[in-house]
């Protein structure tokens, strides 16, 4: 069984079972190989865009002697069939990246997806709330002194306009040290840029959203 770290194995425990899987970006391959070495979900495909990492990937699977796991050298979804991705793992990239692979994705409305950007966050939820899609959780962690955050959502062709603070900390709750962690530094973030701003005298949209989303935040963290 490969060693995940734990981002990977809190993006594994996100994903239902008995569901076709698809990890898009696979890289190395381990989280495929876990989920396949598991038992406990239906077909398992790896996609990357370039071919290094697929072999890579295809090396790590041999050494392990899964055969369960098919690679796809791909884009995206786009040689994915809707049978194989019940459910998309897409981790590992930024947020508007993530959000142009589902937009892209001809069945985005039939699949569970589980998403953890590693930049530009806020482009990411603020694109599944304008889109119709129902974040379901979402769960911060640290790997390598790094937080982020990993959701797992749906669509429901609901469209959602999300408050200031919800653009930067999701649906995390302070029901865990790791959340309070990212929601200070998103805090700690919102007041660099107000300081930033006021500093350089001026007055705009965007000092008024930061202002905004700090306050909300303070509350939140105030409440734990």
């Known amino acids: 069984m490969p060693v995940l770290s734990e981002r990977l194995k809190l993006i594994a425990s996100m994903v ?27 077909s398992i495909t790896a ?3 370039r071919e290094k990492p697929l072999e890579n990937a295809r090396k790590n699977l041999e050494k392990l002697n899964i055969k369960g796991v098919d ?4 884009d995206g979804l786009q040689k994915v069939s809707e049978e194989k991705a019940e459910t998309v793992i897409i981790a590992g990239m ?4 993530i959000s142009g692979i589902i937009e892209n994705c ?45 959701m797992r959502c749906r669509f429901d062709g609901k469209k959602r306009k999300l408050s200031p603070s ?22 700690d973030i919102c007041n660099k840029c107000i300081k930033d701003l006021k500093n350089a005298g001026i007055s705009s949209p965007a000092l008024e959203e930061n202002i905004i989303a ?11």
């Open 71 to 74: 690679l796809i050298l791909c």
């Open 47 to 49: 996609t990357d865009i």
């Open 214 to 224: 700090a306050n909300e935040m303070k509350t939140i963290l105030e409440d734990i």
């Open 106 to 150: 001809p069945y985005k409305e039939k699949s569970v997806f589980i998403l953890q950007p590693m930049t530009a966050a806020q482009v990411l939820r603020e694109y599944l709330a304008k889109n119709g899609f129902f974040v379901e959780t979402e769960v911060a962690i640290t790997e390598n002194k790094k937080i982020y955050s990993v």
């Open 16 to 42: 239902p079972r008995g569901k076709s899987v698809c990890d898009v970006g696979t890289d190395h391959g381990y989280l495929p190989a876990a989920l396949c070495l598991s038992g406990k979900y239906g």
């Open 166 to 187: 919800q653009k930067r900390i999701g649906k995390l709750s302070t029901t865990t040290e790791e959340n309070i962690k990212y929601i200070k530094k998103q805090s």
């Open 94 to 97: 930024g947020g508007d990246v």
